[in-house]
């Protein structure tokens, strides 16, 4: 079945660090990928998505490019913010279905 | 006002209870997921519905029901509580993102449930 594997966690930056979060799939098709945010005590929220190979997804200064070579979709931000700091969950959707798979989440810890 | 409302926010029970956590939205939209979070696990799929007719099994639904009352309101209930139902509880539901042409799920807060 379709699974999804990240990096794991925390990851620890100091404000205006560099960061990638590193995700890998396996999935049969062509699946869109997503990353999700989750900020403490709330839901999980879109980051950002790309629906086929190539593409690149990118929201609040965080890209990630979908690599199928590779089956990957990092994310990456040039400079962090105490603000970032958050669960962040990379997912995909086989394609045509609106279900998702998660990975199991990467905690990143910002300090100032 | 949040578009996708859970309810209750946290609840506490005992083994054996049975307990219905609710779920409703105000998005319009036909499709409904349950999830539950535990820590070193991520999301994992419960049950999710497609529209009012329609209900399916998720990855994890043993120990689960669910009821879809209306386009709006989907249930998740545990019949008979065990500690391992302890967890972080997530409704979503999935439409349109707009202006952007693409699909996305959108999740409610979260109901912490603990099971004694």
């Known amino acids: 079945g379709d699974s999804v594997t990240q990096m794991e966690g925390p990851v620890t930056l100091s404000e205006e660090a560099f960061l990638t979060i590193n995700c890998t799939y396996t999935?049969?098709?062509?699946?869109?990928l997503f990353w999700y945010v989750q900020y403490p005590g709330e839901g999980l929220q879109l980051l950002l998505k790309?629906?086929?190979?190539?593409d690149k997804g990118s929201n609040k200064g965080f890209e990630a490019t979908y690599r199928k070579e590779t089956t990957s979709f990092h994310l990456e931000k040039g400079s962090v913010q105490v603000s970032d700091s958050a669960v962040y969950f990379c997912?995909?959707?086989?394609?045509?279905?609106?279900?998702?798979?998660f990975g199991k989440g990467t905690m990143l810890l910002v300090s100032p | 006002d949040a578009d996708v409302t859970q309810t209750p926010r946290n609840r506490i029970t005992k083994t054996g209870k049975r307990i219905m956590l609710e779920c409703s939205q105000t998005?319009?939209?036909?499709?409904m997921y349950w999830y539950r979070q535990d820590p070193g696990l991520g999301l994992r799929l419960i049950y999710y519905?497609?529209?009012?007719?329609?209900?399916n099994k998720g990855e994890i639904s043993d120990g689960y029901s669910v009821s879809r009352q209306a386009q709006a309101k989907f249930s998740l209930s545990l019949e008979s509580a065990i500690p391992n139902q302890t967890a972080l509880y997530f409704c979503?539901?999935?439409?349109?993102?707009?202006?952007?042409?693409?699909?996305?799920?959108?999740f409610g807060p979260g109901t912490r449930l603990l099971v004694l």
């Open positions: 979503a539901t999935s439409g349109p993102v707009p202006g952007q042409g693409l699909e996305t799920q959108y």
């Open positions: 999935a049969t098709g062509y699946p869109s």
């Open positions: 790309a629906t086929k190979a190539d």
């Open positions: 997912a995909l959707s086989p394609s045509g279905y609106s279900t998702l798979t």
């Open positions: 998005k319009g939209h036909d499709r």
């Open positions: 519905s497609f529209d009012v007719k329609d209900i």
